[in-house]
């Protein structure tokens, strides 16, 4: 037997409940895998850059297929995109969907990228530096969590305990660490309906946020069973696709618990058939229209990363970024020169340009230095 701590983040919680609901309203958002892309597409180019501009020595030190497969991954990001915009989250679907085939050639990059440094597909040391860079803009395009968004490939739900995206220690592991997202000072409530509820192995009707639960009835003669009066919650919420099998349930086998405690067998998982019941339909971007969801990268916001309006001469020759027009747009531009206008997103491809003002937010300095506004004590 072992004794383990109890979850740091129970569902009882009010705020654990509406902050695991806000990250996967964040980890399924257009504008959320739109950064993603285009963090890669950094990477692809500035990887390229030193393909071409590196000696030898040092260029050849990464694995020949590195390009190759870049450039596959950023074909299958736009490829998701296009669809995601238009509301088709079948692009999580495992095998056929855009960005499941993503985890090919970006596992493929993950395991053989400097194979100097690598052991068995993973990495065992760090990088010379002028690789750390180039692995670092690589790390940029990873969420915490982005792969929860895949049906479960065991018909067992992604993940059970919401410390799993809430908890800090795991946006860090081997060499990497993931950005920990900022929260909004308020969170919207979780919406209590009951209208939809579906059980293990059912076939999902809608794309959302679902919630596995007991149900509770109201019994006549302590015997037959009328109608729902309610539920008590069985874990974290997951997101689910239309179409996949709804999934069972892991969780402990619990022998004895405390307040703060609980004491588990040397094997303690288990599974079990549990209804889920809906909690939130996703209908984003059905209409072609990506909403405002800067809310999602509060850490952009004005007042901490260094920012230029449109028309102003741009104070650091870099990577710049900003979410007006619709969705998530990037630049790169030298000191000096001014900055552009953003291009209102239009779900029509072929139509005219149209140019806003915009301000941009600087996410990369050419010359390494801090893209925060430094603060001057009074």
Known sequence: MITIEKTKYPMTDERVRRKLFWLLQRLSSYTLWQRKRDAWAYFVQKYEEALKTWPEDKSDGFHPKNIIWSYDALRLYDEGLAELAMGNRQVWQRQTGAFHQLARPVGLIESFFYPLCHERGAQQEPYPPEVEKLNKLKIAAKIHGDYIMYPPHDNVCNFFDAAYLLELDNYEYNFNELVY??????????????????????????????????????????????????????????????????????????????????????????????????????????????????????????????????????????????????????????????????????????????????????????????????????
């Open 181 to 378: 997202p900022t929260f909004p000072e308020y969170l919207s409530t979780v919406p209590e309906r009951s209208d939809i509820i579906i059980k293990t192995d059912d076939s999902v009707p809608c794309d959302g946020i679902w919630e596995p639960v007991k149900i509770h009835y109201n019994h006549k003669l302590l015997i037959f069973k009328g109608g729902i009066s309610g539920f008590k919650n069985l874990g974290a919420y997951n997101y689910f696709i239309r179409g996949m099998n709804a999934p069972r349930q892991v969780y402990y086998d619990v022998l004895i618990e405390s307040d703060t405690e609980m004491v588990i067998p040397d094997d303690p998982i288990r599974y079990r058939d549990v209804h889920w019941r809906l909690v939130w339909e996703d209908t984003r971007y059905c209409d072609g229209i990506i909403p405002d969801e800067s809310e999602y990268f509060l850490d952009d916001a004005s007042g901490k990363r260094i920012t230029c309006p449109s028309g102003e001469p741009c104070p650091h020759s870099g990577h710049w970024a900003t979410i007006a027009g619709g969705h998530q747009q990037f630049i790169d531009i030298q000191a000096g020169q001014l900055m552009p206008e953003a291009t209102k997103y239009q779900s029509n491809m072929y139509a005219e340009e149209i140019h806003l003002p915009a301000v941009w937010s600087l996410l990369h300095r050419d010359d390494g230095g801090s893209v925060y506004i430094k603060l001057v004590d009074s």
